[in-house]
């Protein structure tokens, strides 16, 4: 292992009480491919100004570190980026048609990890930049709360709870203020070679927090379907898995009697390549943060 990585790990455990000789796995991977997105609702183009995206395509890069101490002690840290195809969408002088540019999470994971069973904390930030001038829409915000993991066998199976919070001063259009609560399961066929997961998660919050014309409430549910194969090796303990999916999730409004909801369904698939070391347990990885940057992409739609 490199020794600014070791010595990084060392730190941090030793500030969490845990021994120096302490026996230390770790785990990382990274990937890269690309989605599509197809939106509709209510919501969508109510009005005739802007023109807002029906379906666009995005590329997006992940990658994932971590490691285990022999006394359990667990940390991991996941990052994501994506880049949509929208950047000629908007057309010159207009401000605004909810049309996202980029969009990037990095979260943290810090518990205990023993005989299958995860419990840890999880911290994060997010941002999402929209196309156009409008600075109610491009959102910085930060993410806090817990994370649950059991692996039995070839399931593995629990969930996350977040709340959200938008670091912004002026009417933001995007969701603030929120609670995300995730369960996730995972399955491994015998090989151990493929993996199949499900997910849903609901979440409820508000948007024109700072608006003079009242707070709106904006919730939903959401939901996914994935799996990881393994199609290949680069050496040795380096796998390729190929990771594809469907993500779904549906937002709704709720400001003086009226409600819009705006749904999208994401597709993508991509693959993952496993940089040596283990693999990075999957009592971790069901209890990791959901996608939240999905809800911020939606959100000023229905506003």
Same mark, same amino acid.
């Given at each position: 292992?490199?020794?600014?990585?070791?010595? $990084?790990?060392?730190? &941090?455990?030793?500030?969490?009480?845990?021994?120096?000789?302490?026996?230390?796995?770790?785990?990382?991977?990274?990937?890269?491919?690309?989605?599509?997105?197809?939106?509709?609702?209510?919501?969508?183009? %109510?009005?005739?100004?802007?023109?807002?995206?029906?379906?666009?395509?995005?590329?997006?890069?992940?990658? *994932?570190?971590?490691?285990?101490?022999?006394?359990?002690?667990?940390?991991?840290?996941?990052?994501?980026?994506?880049?949509?195809?929208?950047?000629?969408?908007?057309?010159?002088?207009?401000?605004?048609?909810?049309?996202?540019?980029? $969009?990037?999470? &990095?979260? $943290?994971?810090?518990?205990?990890?023993?005989?299958?069973?995860?419990?840890?904390?999880?911290?994060?930030?997010?941002?999402?930049?929209?196309?156009?001038?409008?600075?109610?829409?491009?959102?910085? #915000? *930060?993410? &806090?709360?817990?994370?649950?993991?059991?692996?039995?066998?070839?399931?593995?199976?629990?969930?996350?709870?977040?709340?959200?919070?938008?670091?912004?001063?002026?009417?933001?259009?995007?969701?603030?203020? @929120?609670?995300?609560?995730?369960? %996730?399961?995972? #399955?491994? &066929? @015998?090989?151990?070679?493929?993996?199949?997961?499900?997910?849903?998660?609901?979440?409820?919050?508000?948007?024109?927090?700072?608006?003079?014309?009242?707070?709106?409430?904006?919730?939903?549910?959401? =939901?996914? !379907? #994935?799996? *990881?194969?393994?199609?290949? =090796?680069?050496?040795?303990? *380096?796998?390729?898995?190929?990771?594809?999916?469907?993500?779904? !999730?549906?937002?709704?409004?709720?400001?003086?009697?009226?409600?819009?909801?705006?749904?999208?369904?994401?597709? #993508?698939?991509?693959? %993952?390549?496993?940089?040596?070391?283990?693999?990075?347990?999957?009592?971790?990885?069901? @209890?990791?943060?959901?996608?939240?940057?999905? $809800?911020?992409?939606?959100?000023?739609?229905?506003?």
């Amino acid at each position: 292992m490199n020794k600014n990585i070791q010595m $990084a790990v060392v730190v &941090l455990a030793t500030a969490a009480g845990a021994p120096l000789h302490a026996e230390i796995t770790t785990f990382s991977e990274v990937g890269a491919g690309v989605e599509v997105f197809d939106q509709g609702g209510s919501a969508l183009n %109510q009005s005739s100004f802007p023109d807002e995206p029906e379906d666009f395509r995005a590329g997006f890069l992940n990658g *994932r570190f971590g490691a285990t101490l022999d006394n359990g002690l667990t940390f991991g840290i996941d990052g994501d980026y994506r880049n949509t195809s929208l950047e000629d969408f908007v057309a010159p002088g207009q401000e605004t048609n909810e049309g996202v540019d980029t $969009a990037a999470q &990095l979260t $943290a994971q810090f518990g205990h990890l023993s005989e299958g069973l995860y419990v840890g904390g999880i911290a994060g930030v997010g941002q999402v930049d929209f196309l156009g001038d409008s600075t109610d829409q491009d959102v910085t #915000y *930060r993410l &806090l709360g817990a994370g649950v993991g059991v692996e039995r066998g070839s399931w593995a199976y629990g969930g996350s709870l977040l709340f959200m919070d938008v670091n912004a001063t002026e009417d933001p259009e995007t969701l603030d203020e @929120a609670v995300i609560a995730k369960l %996730q399961a995972e #399955y491994a &066929l @015998a090989s151990g070679k493929t993996f199949f997961g499900a997910y849903a998660l609901y979440a409820d919050g508000k948007n024109d927090i700072d608006s003079g014309l009242g707070i709106d409430v904006v919730n939903g549910p959401g =939901a996914g !379907l #994935y799996v *990881r194969h393994k199609i290949g =090796a680069i050496g040795e303990g *380096r796998d390729v898995m190929l990771n594809a999916g469907l993500d779904y !999730l549906s937002l709704t409004e709720q400001f003086n009697g009226s409600d819009v909801t705006i749904e999208s369904v994401k597709a #993508y698939v991509g693959v %993952q390549i496993t940089l040596g070391g283990s693999k990075t347990p999957r009592a971790l990885r069901v @209890a990791a943060a959901p996608d939240t940057t999905f $809800a911020q992409m939606l959100t000023p739609i229905v506003d």
